[in-house]
Nanobody, 123 residues
Framework: QVQLVESGGGLVQAGGSLRLSCAAS????????IGWFRQAPGKEREFVAR????????YYADSVKGRFTISRDNAKNTVYLQMNSLKPEDTAVYYC????????????????WGQGTQVTVSS
């Protein structure tokens, strides 16, 4: 079982930056692919980015490519999502999740989820 706790959300103006953290605990948590998803009010949860357990393989949704960077520190069991050049449309609850699938981008491929952290970008 893996437990995930997100932090770092908040209110920021358009063009600003935030860094989200996802702290993982539990057995073999460092061997999971970690993904970030987001869900805006009235919309489905959507994939944002993922990183392999080694950190050598990352993948981003087109909507955030070039603005967001995912990284991980396995010594700290923490995955980060650096978000730059934020836009109002980035406003959502952001979730981190853990998967053992290869190259997972779908919600159903992730077995463990955090509680989410709110990101609000004002115009």
């Amino acid at each position: 079982q893996v437990q995930l706790v997100e932090s770092g959300g908040g209110l920021v103006q358009a063009g600003g930056s935030l860094r989200l953290s996802c702290a993982a605990s539990g057995r073999s948590s460092s061997y999971y692919t970690i993904g970030w998803f987001r869900q805006a009010p009235g919309k489905e949860r959507e994939f944002v980015a993922r990183i392999s357990w080694s950190g050598g393989n990352t993948y981003y949704a087109d909507s955030v490519k070039g603005r967001f960077t995912i990284s991980r520190d396995n010594a700290k069991n923490t995955v980060y999502l650096q978000m730059n050049s934020l836009k109002p449309e980035d406003t959502a609850v952001y979730y981190c999740a853990a998967a053992t699938w290869v190259n997972p981008t779908e919600v159903y491929e992730y077995a463990h989820w955090g509680q989410g952290t709110q990101v609000t970008v004002s115009s």
